[in-house]
């Protein structure tokens, strides 16, 4: 398979960069997929004889794993035996090159290797290098294998999700990884702004258990200052009422929000309840919440009596908030996710066009891109190599010593 030969347009903002994804398994190469998407030349370096875990993960498709064409986009890919001596002399001239280096090995992996911060920034001071594991660099448990359901756990995600009598509830999907990503795509622009006024690289150290404990909000606070523990609630909420799943007349699923008095008191009427609004508890979210069996019960019997279109019609109508429950193929066709090219479709040459997640966000003047989806393993060894300065006979020599 050939090469790709699209490159960043001009106007992606992070044309330029360079990124070296030495990450597996999700965290870190869904950062670099990040920076890939708004123009960063992202180099993906997997071992020669263990790719990246994530082309093996759920279904494939003629042999081809297809979360990897996603997790894989816009980058293009190579294979390096970092503990070989040939390994970590092509990886120290990649690096000399590069302005990121993402990577997740447990911490003095790198070093062992001679690879630590030591021997990289001192091949390129500017060079930002982003670690992000479980548990972060240092601490009782840095030296522990991480993953992101023990970030769920450990954070009180789980112990706060799920129904009050039920055990507690972790998300059947990358959570904690894909939060821990996002995250580290954000700590690399900032550590590469802070390098436009030092000129000097430096480390960002990640823990996954880290963003998954600060989007769960002020639970450290609350508990701090008042000793409040949040309980599991299943769908309900302690902020605000009524705020449930509510199932309607042809045996589909709504989801209704209140978090503001105004659209509470819509709710109310539209279902024929507007005496409701008149008890004293019904004056604040707090207190509503208190009162969630009889909000529930007003809301839920008047969702079940009519179908999820009419419910929809009407909310919208009311101006009160409220959205169907959807399964990915809902997704597919939601108009206003059609409208925004949230699903768009990528030209794959193993594949055909593939529908998936465009980038994140859209920006007026320098949008991002895909320009293409997860490469083979190894595709663009020979290319990245050469452009190194290696000759084809220095790659046939990495090739007969198992370096690539």
Same mark, same amino acid.
């Given at each position: 398979?050939?090469?790709?030969?699209? &490159?960043?347009?001009?106007?992606?903002?992070?044309?330029?960069?360079?990124?070296?994804?030495?990450?597996?398994?999700?965290?870190?190469?869904?950062?670099?997929?990040?920076?890939?998407?708004?123009?960063?030349?992202?180099?993906?370096?997997?071992?020669?004889?263990?790719? /990246?875990?994530?082309?093996?993960? +759920?279904?494939?498709?003629?042999?081809?794993?297809?979360?990897?064409?996603?997790? =894989?986009?816009?980058?293009?890919?190579?294979?390096?035996?970092?503990?070989?001596?040939?390994?970590?002399?092509?990886?120290?001239?990649?690096?000399?090159?590069?302005? $990121?280096?993402?990577?997740?090995?447990?911490?003095?992996?790198?070093?062992?290797?001679?690879? =630590?911060?030591?021997?990289?920034?001192?091949?390129?001071?500017?060079?930002?290098?982003?670690?992000?594991? +479980?548990?972060?660099?240092?601490?009782?448990?840095?030296?522990?294998?991480?993953?992101?359901?023990?970030?769920?756990?450990?954070?009180?995600?789980?112990?706060?999700?799920?129904?009050? #009598?039920?055990?507690?509830?972790?998300?059947?999907?990358?959570?904690? /990884?894909?939060?821990?990503?996002?995250?580290?795509?954000?700590?690399?622009?900032?550590?590469?702004? *802070?390098?436009?006024?030092?000129?000097?690289?430096?480390?960002? %150290?990640?823990?996954?258990? !880290?963003?998954?404990?600060? $989007?769960?909000?002020?639970?450290?606070?609350?508990? %701090?200052?008042?000793?409040?523990?949040?309980?599991?609630? +299943?769908?309900?909420?302690?902020?605000?009422?009524?705020?449930?799943?509510?199932?309607? *007349?042809?045996?589909?699923?709504?989801?209704?929000?209140?978090?503001?008095?105004? $659209?509470? !008191?819509?709710?109310?009427?539209?279902?024929?309840?507007?005496?409701?609004? !008149?008890?004293?508890?019904?004056?604040?979210?707090? %207190?509503?919440?208190?009162?969630?069996? $009889?909000?529930?019960?007003?809301? =839920?019997?008047?969702?079940?009596?009519?179908?999820?279109?009419?419910?929809?019609?009407?909310?919208?109508?009311?101006? *009160?908030?409220?959205?169907?429950?959807?399964?990915?193929? #809902?997704?597919?066709?939601?108009?206003?996710?059609?409208?925004?090219?949230?699903?768009?479709?990528? /030209?794959?040459?193993?594949?055909?066009?593939?529908?998936?997640?465009?980038?994140?966000? &859209?920006?007026?003047?320098?949008?991002?891109?895909?320009?293409?989806?997860?490469?083979?393993?190894?595709?663009?060894? !020979?290319?990245?190599?050469?452009?190194?300065?290696?000759?084809?006979? #220095?790659?046939?020599?990495?090739?007969?010593?198992?370096?690539?």
């Amino acid at each position: 398979m050939t090469a790709p030969t699209a &490159r960043p347009a001009r106007s992606a903002p992070l044309t330029g960069l360079r990124v070296l994804d030495l990450a597996t398994l999700f965290a870190g190469p869904i950062a670099a997929t990040m920076l890939g998407d708004f123009g960063a030349e992202v180099i993906k370096v997997e071992h020669p004889t263990r790719p /990246d875990p994530s082309r093996g993960h +759920g279904p494939s498709k003629d042999g081809v794993g297809l979360w990897w064409k996603l997790l =894989g986009r816009n980058k293009r890919a190579i294979t390096l035996d970092l503990s070989k001596p040939g390994g970590r002399t092509a990886l120290l001239r990649l690096a000399a090159t590069a302005d $990121v280096i993402v990577e997740n090995f447990r911490p003095g992996t790198l070093e062992r290797w001679d690879l =630590g911060w030591d021997e990289l920034s001192a091949v390129n001071p500017r060079l930002v290098l982003a670690r992000v594991t +479980g548990f972060g660099q240092f601490g009782p448990y840095a030296h522990r294998p991480g993953f992101g359901t023990l970030a769920e756990a450990m954070s009180g995600f789980a112990a706060m999700t799920g129904e009050p #009598d039920a055990p507690p509830t972790l998300p059947p999907f990358g959570l904690a /990884d894909s939060i821990a990503g996002l995250a580290t795509a954000y700590a690399v622009m900032t550590a590469l702004a *802070a390098r436009e006024r030092t000129g000097e690289g430096q480390v960002v %150290d990640m823990a996954i258990i !880290e963003p998954m404990l600060m $989007v769960l909000g002020p639970q450290p606070l609350w508990f %701090d200052q008042l000793g409040h523990v949040q309980p599991r609630t +299943g769908n309900r909420s302690q902020n605000n009422a009524p705020r449930n799943t509510y199932r309607t *007349a042809d045996g589909t699923w709504v989801a209704v929000s209140t978090s503001a008095q105004s $659209v509470a !008191e819509r709710v109310m009427r539209l279902v024929g309840r507007p005496e409701l609004i !008149e008890e004293p508890w019904f004056a604040t979210g707090a %207190d509503r919440a208190r009162h969630a069996d $009889v909000l529930d019960e007003a809301v =839920g019997s008047w969702i079940a009596r009519h179908t999820r279109a009419e419910v929809l019609a009407a909310f919208e109508e009311a101006q *009160a908030a409220v959205a169907p429950v959807q399964d990915v193929r #809902d997704v597919m066709t939601d108009p206003q996710y059609r409208a925004l090219d949230t699903i768009t479709t990528v /030209d794959d040459p193993e594949l055909g066009p593939l529908r998936m997640q465009n980038v994140l966000f &859209r920006l007026s003047a320098t949008p991002g891109a895909i320009r293409w989806a997860g490469r083979p393993h190894g595709a663009d060894t !020979e290319e990245v190599l050469t452009e190194l300065g290696l000759t084809p006979a #220095d790659v046939k020599e990495l090739r007969e010593e198992g370096v690539v």
